[in-house]
């Protein structure tokens, strides 16, 4: 089956998925093969080491994780409803494609949720969940000195991610969770062309401190502005950036890529 066409580009290198070359993460207790192999292939998805379009065969991916087929089936099947993968009968997996104009609605319906979540955040919020919050954003600027793509997406899911949980409404909480996987690819593919990673290292700060000073309005507020500056962004890729090229493939540095 016929993968997709990469092409070389100025992208800043970032750190590759090498599956073979390192162990493969550890299950927490108690989590099942099916939950392992939706997690590692989720996230060889989001960050880009199976490109939109890229038809994939559940025999090579088992093989690329050290699982069986089983688990991979399943994990698949879940991935398809959250929207990542197509199943194509006769034709096999295809890692479905968004186009900037669904990324658009996806912030469209991040804005409307997570201004309210926030709110409740807020209103919920513990010493302990603040401090959490904090040392999110503190671990990655310790680490990566708040400059590197691969540090900000890390940061901006778990950060994004907390905040939800903090809502205490479970639901709109794994809705976020969903709809912030579905548009973390384009950081990726996208918008390190135009990201200003120290900006939107500032609006998270701003969300931070809004919550350090229990004022659900101004953190509401600053939630708002930071997706909306996201969006702004990808409108302006939209209007101004019709033929950017391709990014190229994050390399795998051993073994084959589990295309057909």
Not at 12 to 37: I, N
Not at 78 to 87: D, N, P, S, W
Not at 230 to 253: K, S, T, W
Request: hydrophobic share 45%; charged share 30%; with cysteine.
């Amino acid at each position: 089956m016929p993968q997709a066409r990469t092409e070389r580009s100025a992208r800043p290198k970032r750190k590759a998925v090498a599956v073979e070359a390192e162990a493969p993460p550890v299950a927490d207790k108690g989590a099942s093969l099916s939950d392992l192999a939706y997690q590692q292939i989720k996230d060889l998805i989001l960050t880009l080491f199976f490109l939109p379009g890229q038809y994939l065969n559940e025999a090579a991916i088992c093989d690329l994780l050290k699982l069986g087929r089983t688990p991979v089936h399943q994990a698949l099947q879940l991935l398809q409803v959250e929207g990542l993968v197509e199943v194509v009968p006769r034709k096999g997996v295809i890692v479905r494609p968004d186009s900037i104009g669904e990324v658009v609605e996806i912030l469209d319906a991040r804005i409307l949720v997570e201004v309210e979540l926030v709110r409740r955040a807020v209103a919920n919020s513990k010493r302990d969940d603040v401090k959490e919050l904090a040392a999110i954003l503190d671990k990655t600027n310790r680490r990566h000195g708040g400059g590197s793509l691969d540090a900000f997406v890390e940061s901006d899911r778990a950060f994004h991610v907390k905040l939800a949980a903090m809502s205490g409404n479970a639901i709109l909480a794994d809705f976020v969770r969903l709809m912030h996987e579905r548009s973390t690819r384009f950081w990726y593919l996208h918008l390190w062309q135009t990201v200003d990673l120290g900006g939107a290292g500032r609006e998270h700060r701003t969300i931070l401190e809004a919550m350090e000073a229990h004022d659900p309005e101004r953190a509401a507020r600053a939630m708002r502005r930071h997706i909306e500056s996201l969006r702004e962004r990808l409108q302006h890729i939209l209007n101004h950036a019709p033929n950017r090229a391709r990014p190229a493939a994050v390399a795998q540095p051993r073994g084959k890529r589990a295309g057909a």
